[in-house]
């Protein structure tokens, strides 16, 4: 009869098991996952109306958001000098699924879908720059209904336009823009409501059939259908963007992850394949690195080097600062003010994971010596 040999947590075998354990989480750069409160003062939302699938951020560096669930909660949050706060701002009635969050320069507005419709909602503006450390208030604040945006139709997605000054939003069968200041909505004409929109200095840019995409010019108010070609590849699934630094760089992935560049003159130009797929929520650094999530069920991050091509695997998400916690779908992404990037999660109890990513080391020449 064989007998077990004693269990040696140092053996070439326990910690292999470690080695490899450890490198199924993220193993690059830093994720701190974030509650939706102000950390011991506040109650998080409720756990099932909280998956976070609707982000933006402000020029002041404020991150405004929408969740989906039993109900659909809008919130403000600020992370920097002396705020780290998420504050709850209220519940939409009827709301069950928020679609999107537009942070314009008069007002960031919300488009959310439930028993009344796919309905535009205003977020008042909320100071959150304060000390919240020891010396902190604020008056309540009430959402605004600004109607139904187009009868009988739930929203799909939504974007600012490049000035900040109007949306420009897409029902299951409409294209419609919304003045920033008035609330006032125009329906531009008929098209597919499938998948993310996307902007760039060439105009905004939606699926249109599964290979094909459609083109808005917020300037002439014409949309031209069957405008562009989508590359060789799986788009059996509905799109969704990055855009890059540049206004005329857009990023997106088809359904197998092969990831691609878009430019409205130049067309697509492939990048490379994320390990898993499809891909979802998607945010791209000034220094040319994209960081996103793919997969289903237990979602990997994943960098893809613009400039390099390279797609490097990172790892589950995992949070051991605030908040100890694994994270499995996203639903959204936007950049910081800082370059750190933040994913809103698609789960039960959602969380803000803002992710500091790995600096990238930068070429000496030998002999150069810092400036005085």
């Not at 390990?275 to 998607?282: D, E, I, K, R, W």
């Amino acid at each position: 009869m064989e007998t077990k040999g004693r269990f040696d947590p140092n053996s070439p075998a326990i910690k292999a098991y470690e080695q490899a354990l450890a490198h199924q989480f993220v193993r690059e750069g830093t994720m701190v996952a974030f509650p939706t409160c102000l950390p011991g003062m506040t109650t998080p939302i409720t756990h099932d109306e909280c998956r976070i699938t609707a982000l933006d951020i402000d020029s002041e560096g404020q991150v405004y958001g929408g969740t989906s669930g039993r109900r659909a909660h809008l919130f403000a949050a600020r992370f920097h000098d002396l705020t780290g706060v998420v504050l709850d701002v209220g519940v939409v009635p009827g709301g069950t699924n928020s679609v999107a969050v537009c942070c314009t320069k008069s007002r960031s507005v919300a488009f959310v879908n439930g028993e009344r419709g796919g309905r535009a909602v205003s977020i008042p503006q909320i100071d959150l720059a304060q000390d919240w450390i020891q010396e902190w208030g604020l008056n309540p604040s009430a959402l605004e209904d600004l109607g139904e945006c187009v009868a009988s139709e739930p929203v799909v997605h939504a974007i600012c336009d490049l000035s900040r000054n109007s949306v420009v939003g897409i029902t299951t069968g409409h294209l419609f823009t919304m003045d920033a200041d008035s609330g006032k909505v125009t329906v531009i004409g008929e098209v597919p409501g499938r998948g993310h929109l996307a902007i760039s200095n060439s105009g905004v840019f939606g699926q249109y059939e599964r290979t094909r995409l459609w083109h808005f010019d917020p300037a002439s108010g014409k949309i031209r259908r069957s405008a562009v070609d989508l590359p060789k590849g799986d788009w059996s699934r509905p799109l969704r963007w990055a855009r890059g630094a540049d206004t005329d760089h857009l990023l997106t992935a088809d359904a197998s992850g092969e990831i691609f560049s878009f430019d409205g003159n130049k067309g697509f130009h492939s990048l490379g394949k994320a390990h898993l797929a499809p891909v979802g929520p998607m945010a791209m650094t000034e220094d040319g690195r994209l960081f996103g999530f793919c997969g289903e069920e237990m979602a990997n991050l994943f960098c893809c080097d613009t400039i390099s091509g390279r797609v490097t695997n990172l790892g589950v998400a995992a949070s051991v600062f605030e908040k100890r916690r694994y994270g499995y779908q996203f639903g959204d992404a936007v950049v910081g003010r800082d370059g750190e990037i933040v994913f809103g999660e698609d789960d039960n109890d959602g969380h803000l994971w803002l992710y500091f990513p790995k600096i990238k080391s930068v070429p000496r020449t030998p002999g150069a010596t810092a400036r005085s």
